[in-house]
Structures are given as C-alpha cells and as structure tokens.
C-alpha cells in the first residue's frame, strides 16, 4: 500500500537553529514528491517539487532534497516567520491521486 | 500565483441539511480535486475531475457528489449534513504539463 510518514509530527527550534524535517514514502512508481508550506486556518502553499533521486531545490532559508527511501526539507537559520506546518505528498505514476502525509508542526521561538 | 477561490469559508450548519461548498479557479486548470483535512491529518482525497464532466471518486466520497460543468467550477455538495462532516474542506487543482497543486483557502464546516 502506498504511504508517505512524516517526522517528527512536531519540533521546537530556537531562531538560528538549523534543522532537517523528514518525508519517507513507499509509493509504485514516484512521479514526484513535493512539499507544501501550511499556515493556521489557510490552505497549503506549494514549496518544491523532486522528480529523481539525488535531486535539490533550494529557496531562501529552505532545501529540499530526494533520495529513492526518503526526502528531507532543511532548515537554514530558521526564523519565527517559517512557523507553520511542512507536508509532503507523494504522487505515484498511472494515477492523478496524491498521497500526503500528516505533515511536522514546526515552531521557531525568538 | 494561484488563483483558486472557495466560498464559504466558515459555515455552521445543522444536522441533515444540504449543503453546496464552491471552488473555482481562474488558471483554466484542468484537474481539480477536494480533499477533506482534520488537525494534525493528512489531507484524505473526496472528489477528483480530470475535465468537464469527467470526475471520480476518492477515499471519502460515499457522503458526498461534485459535478464539473465548466472547467473553472467544481462545487461539492453533501447531501445530509452530519456532525462527522465537520472539518476543513480544500479545494486545489494542477496545470497541465505540470503536477504541483494549487489550493484554494479551505472551507471550515461545523455541523451541529
């Protein structure tokens, strides 16, 4: 069955603190992995997109990287704006479905 | 940036009424999907549409209908409202060619 966990579910960071969330999925046939920045009461804002393994995207303090297991989302230096929720979705070949996982509830204090 | 709206974005609603909740999009997307979000859950699949009048049927779709008349509107409608329905409800949808999605603001439903 296909399935993307996500941890940890949730993480506490001082400003300045660097950090790394992590996505693993076991999907047939990866099409893409992405992640999707989401803020109380809003809907998800779409960050990157990894098609291959040993693939990086890169914006501001975030990068995203893809191995064949896993993905990991990096955190440079965070600061309190990047509060929110980080999810990953995985979608999978022959199929328009996504497959998201319950996504890492970060909070960066000042 | 996205421009895909969804209206209301707060409902209270009583138990056994109907309910429409709407999305539209102005990109000319032609996939749009609704997917249904508890706290701290990930987003489950209702609805797909692939195009106008092509749609299918999610995880959680057996409560509810959508139609896709015109590609920019894919309204969902819960027939029976029921206090287990109360959740944020997200609209999103993907360009051609590519496949990150786009997401509406969410509807909040509260059945009492």
């Known amino acids: 069955e296909d399935q993307v966990t996500q941890s940890p579910e949730a993480l506490r960071l001082q400003e300045g603190e660097s950090s790394s969330l992590n996505c693993s999925y076991t999907v047939s046939g990866l099409r893409g992995l992405f992640w999707y920045r989401q803020d109380p009461g809003k809907g998800p804002e779409f960050l990157f997109t990894l098609y291959s393994a040993g693939e990086e995207k890169e914006k501001e303090r975030l990068k995203a990287t893809l191995t064949k297991k896993e993905s990991f989302l990096h955190i440079t230096a965070p600061k309190p704006e990047d509060s929110a929720t980080y999810l990953c979705?995985?979608?999978?070949?022959?199929?328009?479905?996504?497959?998201f996982g319950t996504g890492t509830r970060l909070k960066v204090l000042a | 940036e996205a421009d895909i709206y969804q209206t209301p974005r707060y409902l209270v609603i009583g138990t056994g009424k109907k309910i429409t909740l709407e999305c539209s999009q102005t990109?000319?997307?032609?996939?749009m999907y609704w997917y249904q979000q508890d706290p701290g859950m990930e987003l489950h699949l209702i609805h797909y549409?692939?195009?106008?009048?092509?749609?299918e049927k999610g995880d959680l779709s057996s409560e509810s209908t959508v139609s896709r008349i015109r590609t920019e509107h894919f309204p969902l409608t819960l027939e029976s409202a029921r206090p287990s329905h109360t959740s944020q409800y997200l609209c999103a949808s993907i360009p051609r060619g590519d496949s990150e999605q786009y997401f509406g603001p969410g509807t909040r439903l509260t059945v009492t």
């Open positions: 549409s692939y195009g106008v009048n092509s749609t």
């Open positions: 990109m000319g997307h032609d996939k």
């Open positions: 979705a995985a979608a999978t070949s022959g199929t328009y479905k996504y497959i």
